[in-house]
């Protein structure tokens, strides 16, 4: 079996998992549509029976009975028809809060590897539109049955109770349907798909121009983006276009009057010899003239269906990409309180990422951290430094070797405790569009207000949040953006320090800032360090030279490990990445 039709398959058996949690739903609607149906196919049988047995044969006594018959089944055919609609909505939309629930959880319970290969705009598209659009195909599911099943109890009504001389008339009108169906849905299929993922470019256009709102200005690109959006949307519209034309050649409705027209003719030619009552012509009639607005609507439920099935399949492949790394059965005894000892045993790691060489990034790490060591991870771009960083905290996971954390491999932790446990000051900060306050107790948000003023404070928050008038109430901009890089960066420090880490990690290796913040980062920095242990990442002098530890990472191999003292004399690489630093005349002076 081809991978596709397995992929078919799989989505196949997630859209009915669904289904099934909500059977009594699905249960309702089928019975629904099954009860409205034949009311309406009863309803020219009444008329057809009152023809004959009342109006004809000029016979009042049946009219009171007939007529509330009549009534009845049109009162039931009425509401039952706006029950199933009202609980077919309902059912779409269980399923879509459902699906777009699962859709949010499994992507919070995704490692970061998945991350590195989707597109944020993509996962935006399908947690709102996606599911939307499987919400209308499982509400409208009843409009896409009806004429099937109406087209099948009108046949079996013929056969049975009228005529089945008409009712042979009316089988090429059901195969050309059948054929008019299976042909529309397989030719409209690639549009469905393509409307999807146009949507989701759209997103995606959308979310990095936003995203990029300052990159864009300043290399004056809002025309390219501009287009670039344009063409997205001009796609778009050509895609219904598509649609439009498959809807032309695919349309059954003409089948349907051509056989509406001939049954007439031959069923009044069916009266002139006798052979049927004018009651049943009457009825045969207005049975076939009832299912034009089924076949009607075909055309839109169909669509419905098809786009769908698209946004389910791409819903299904998105969730089934990666593992998902919280897993809670792995759970073993581990220590309650962390002493902070790490160990990398043949420790090796390459990013596994679409399109790209897969080439190591670290190599056969093998090193020891004492709790509360302070360690200085040091090495030039690219080195590997952030990654070694992330699979401390099990963001990715190496392929070979293993990480202990206080003896026990970082595998067997649930990762929460190991997370709790380790505070971790990226590289790239990211805070989120809150305030002050909120970003800082992000990871503890039943702290004190002391305490967290006391994390503010010592790492430098408090001195300059002071400075503004809503103070720690200052809304920080999306991705922090109205603060400046050094502010984020201690608003970072603070959050990490609130939860009180037994490991930190701080990733400070770019920090081109001023030697006035230098300072003032510099003395955050320090405050959070002690009686912990501590990893940091960074190129401030003095903050390596009063490490307990430098290890020098160098195209993801340690080349050096030692103290600052030991690794100038005895590593050529230390000293390459330090050369320029120890001549400064400010930094000599520093150094005695
Ligand atoms: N998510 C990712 N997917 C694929 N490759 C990656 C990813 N992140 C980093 N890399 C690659 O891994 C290597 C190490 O990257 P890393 O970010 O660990 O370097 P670094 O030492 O922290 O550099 P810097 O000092 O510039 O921050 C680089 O070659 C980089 O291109
Ligand atoms: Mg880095």
């Known amino acids: 079996m081809s991978r596709d039709k397995e992929k078919n398959k799989e989505y196949r058996k997630w859209l009915f998992k669904h289904l099934y949690q909500q059977k009594y739903l699905v249960l309702l609607v089928l019975i629904g549509i099954f009860v409205v149906s034949f009311t309406l196919t009863l309803i020219p049988l009444i008329i057809g029976a009152i023809i004959d047995n009342v109006l004809i044969t000029r016979d009042l006594s049946n009219l009171l009975i007939m007529l509330i018959i009549g009534l009845t089944v049109s009162l039931v055919n009425f509401s039952l028809d706006y029950g199933v609609m009202m609980v077919g909505h309902f059912l779409g939309l269980k399923i879509e809060l459902n699906m777009r629930q699962e859709f949010f959880d499994t992507i919070q319970s995704k490692p970061l590897s998945f991350h590195d290969n989707v597109r944020t705009g993509d996962l935006l598209a399908l947690a709102t539109n996606d599911v939307r659009v499987i919400n209308t195909m499982v509400a409208h599911g009843s409009f896409f049955i009806y004429p099937f099943m109406q087209i099948f109890i009108t046949f079996y009504l013929l056969i049975e109770f009228l005529d089945y001389r008409l009712a042979l008339f009316c089988i090429p009108f059901i195969i050309s349907y059948i054929y008019f169906v299976l042909g529309y849905r397989k030719n ?23 995203s990029g709102a300052s990159v864009v200005r300043s290399f004056t690109a809002e025309e390219l983006e501009r287009n670039k959006f344009s063409s997205g949307v001009l796609a778009f519209k050509n895609n219904w276009i598509g649609t439009y034309r498959v809807q032309s050649k695919y349309y059954p409705l003409l089948v349907l009057h051509i056989v509406i027209g001939a049954t007439f003719l031959i069923s009044c030619i069916f009266v002139y010899q006798n052979t049927l009552s004018i009651g049943d012509l009457v009825a045969i009639n207005i049975l076939l003239i009832a299912l034009i607005e089924p076949t009607r609507t075909i055309h839109w439920s169909t669509r419905d269906m098809m786009s769908g099935f698209a946004a389910c399949s791409r819903l299904y492949n998105s969730l089934s990409k990666g593992k998902e790394e919280i897993t809670f059965d792995k759970i073993i005894e581990w220590p309650q309180e962390f002493k902070g000892k790490i160990e990398f045993k043949n420790v090796t790691f390459t990013h596994q990422n679409e399109g790209k060489n897969h080439r190591p990034t670290l190599r056969n790490l093998n090193f020891t951290i004492e709790p509360f060591q302070r360690v200085a991870l040091v090495g030039p771009t690219g080195s590997g430094k952030s990654t070694l960083a992330k699979l401390i905290l099990s963001l990715y996971e190496p392929q070979e070797g293993s990480i202990l954390m206080d003896g026990v491999d970082i595998r067997n932790y649930p990762l929460e405790i190991l997370r709790k446990h380790i505070g971790y000051i990226e590289q790239e900060i990211y805070l989120y569009p809150r305030s002050i306050k909120d970003n800082i107790k992000f990871g503890k948000p039943e702290a004190l207000e002391e305490e967290i003023l006391d994390a503010a404070k010592l790492a430098q928050v408090d001195e300059f949040v002071r400075e503004f008038p809503k103070g720690y109430g200052t ?49 955050a920095i320090e405050n959070i360090l002690k009686e912990r242990t501590t990893i940091i990442i960074t190129h401030r002098l003095h903050t390596i030279r009063t490490s307990d530890k430098i290890i020098v990472l160098k195209h993801g191999k340690i080349v050096a490990e030692g103290n600052h003292k030991d690794l100038l004399q005895s590593s050529e690489d230390y000293r390459r990445i330090f050369g320029k630093k120890l001549t400064q005349p400010k930094l000599k002076i520093e150094e005695k």
């Not at 603070?494 to 939860?499: D, E, G, I, Q, V």
């Open 188 to 210: 409209l299929s690639p549009y469905m798909a393509n409307q999807m993922r146009m949507y989701s470019n759209l997103a995606v256009v959308i979310q990095d121009s936003i």
């Open 475 to 523: 809304i920080v901009g999306e991705r922090g953006t109205r603060l400046s890089g050094g502010e984020r960066q201690r608003v970072a420090i603070a959050r990490a320090f609130l939860t009180d880490p037994a490991i930190l990690i701080l990733d400070d290796s770019v920090s081109a800032i001023d030697s006035e913040t230098e300072e003032k980062i510099g003395r």
